[in-house]
């Protein structure tokens, strides 16, 4: 074990302490961990300065071709993306589907997919409005037919008065 003292002044110069810091050796272990995890990260860094020459290289030889067959090259690009956009579109659609399916046929046979007591919980709201949406039908309809027949039997004596009132004019 090493002993390091040092020295250090403190604000201003005056003033300070000593501080002994206490130095072990690395083991063999930590060692032979520093010299593999050295040894990975620069051949990582070899190989990823390889890969980026490699890739400016190919950039600069294929610029020309590129540039030369774009007319048909970008076409062809953009149907190729099109038609896998389709592919991917339609596969997503399609797993929807089949969860969706998946969770109703587990709703109807009462194993209770997560979601089903929200679904409960509508049905029952929607239900409920609409028996009160139709017990308000039926009143408002028994009072436009009492006012109806109110409307007519008053008419009725109101026109048998007047043809009364008129016969009786003439003779």
Partial sequence: MTVVV????GEGGLGGEEIECFLQRPTTRQTVKFLTASTIG?????LSGLTLTGTVLALVLA???LVLF???LVPAL????????GFVFSGGCG?????ALSWIYQYTTGKHPPGADQ?????????NAAWEVKEKAKENLQYVQHKAQ??????????????????????
């Fill in 6 to 9: 040092q020295r250090w002044r």
């Fill in 42 to 46: 620069t051949v990582l860094l070899v």
């Fill in 63 to 65: 610029t020309p071709v």
């Fill in 70 to 72: 774009s007319p048909i």
């Fill in 78 to 85: 953009i149907t190729t993306f099109l038609i896998a956009s």
């Fill in 95 to 99: 797993v929807a589907a089949l969860s």
């Fill in 119 to 127: 679904l409960d919980s509508a049905r029952m709201r929607i239900g």
């Fill in 150 to 171: 109110e409307a007519t039997t008053t008419s009725s004596t109101t026109d048998h008065s007047t043809f009364r009132a008129s016969q009786a004019q003439t003779s």
